[in-house]
């Protein structure tokens, strides 16, 4: 079909949000299809993915190494019998409206996507069917988050971190109308949407209250934001490219599939 072949415009300013020494600038890339949603690991695909992520973030992620490290979360611990996770949040993490990161905005982006009403790509592994069981969803203070499981499971954290369940994503109740029907990404990610002209372009623009992470990308997620050397040169790269990055980590895969892929979209 033609919509497979034409150019889907991508927008995505190159400065890392609140930093001053990178070039302003406008990146291009052409994905050969229109993305599905913009609702994170519902009605997704590769290219799906590759914009939305930028867009929003989940508690989890994966390391440059493939281990799992906070992102939204500072920090994080599992009850001796593995079967309680226990989260604590970042402080100064803001939605793309200005309204700051709770431990009740987890609680609602949870309990949504635990809502079989949403359409969740992964909701089979959380509700009894496949990983395991979430019993319970509490938020204990603004900045403590509590999940109970019905079993022990090595693979919770990183099935969360999972591109296509969305990262499971936190997203702001303002995501979805009066009628709970989802509207746009009101995320925690560096950038955030401007427009989606469908079967023509979506563009996606530089978030200044982006709140990157203190650690470095080599020993936690996210972008690095102190003031070193090393550390401006990561930031530039991570928050320039990180799109980038995330799209030519699913490059391999894409590949194959693209092969055996029906050209258009729904």
Excluded at 15 to 39: E, F, K, Q
Excluded at 93 to 115: C, E, Q
Excluded at 181 to 188: E, F, H, N, V
Excluded at 209 to 225: D, E, I, K, L
Aim: glycine share 10%; net charge positive; charged share 25%.
């Amino acid at each position: 079909m033609k919509r497979a072949a034409a150019a889907i415009g991508l927008a995505l300013a190159l400065i890392a949000p609140g930093s001053a020494d990178a070039a302003g600038g406008m990146l291009r890339v052409r994905l050969n299809a229109d993305i599905l949603s913009t609702d994170p690991g519902v009605n997704r695909d590769f290219n799906t993915d590759a914009v939305v992520l930028h867009m929003v973030e989940g508690l989890v992620a994966f390391r440059e190494d493939t281990s799992i490290g906070p992102l939204l979360a500072e920090s994080y611990g599992v009850s001796e019998d593995g079967k309680t996770y226990s989260f604590v949040l970042r402080e100064g993490v803001k939605f793309h409206n200005g309204a700051a990161l709770t431990a009740d905005d987890v609680v609602w982006s949870l309990k949504r996507y635990l809502d079989p009403a949403t359409g969740w790509r992964c909701l089979s592994e959380f509700d009894g069917h496949g990983l395991v069981k979430i019993l319970a969803v509490e938020a204990k203070d603004a900045r403590n988050v509590v999940v109970t499981l019905d079993q022990p499971s090595a693979l919770f954290l990183a099935t969360l971190a999972r591109a296509d369940c969305g990262e499971t994503a936190i997203t702001h109740r303002d995501s979805v109308g009066p009628d709970g029907k989802w509207l746009a990404p009101i995320g925690t990610g560096p950038f955030k949407l401007v427009e989606w002209r469908h079967g023509q372009h979506i563009e996606l623009t530089r978030f200044d209250g982006y709140s990157a992470r203190s650690a470095s990308m080599s020993r936690s997620t996210g972008c690095a934001s102190s003031s070193s050397p090393t550390a401006r040169r990561r930031r530039r790269r991570c928050s320039a490219t990180r799109s980038i990055s995330r799209h030519r980590s699913r490059r391999s895969m894409s590949r194959t599939s693209r092969r055996g892929r029906r050209s258009g979209s729904t």
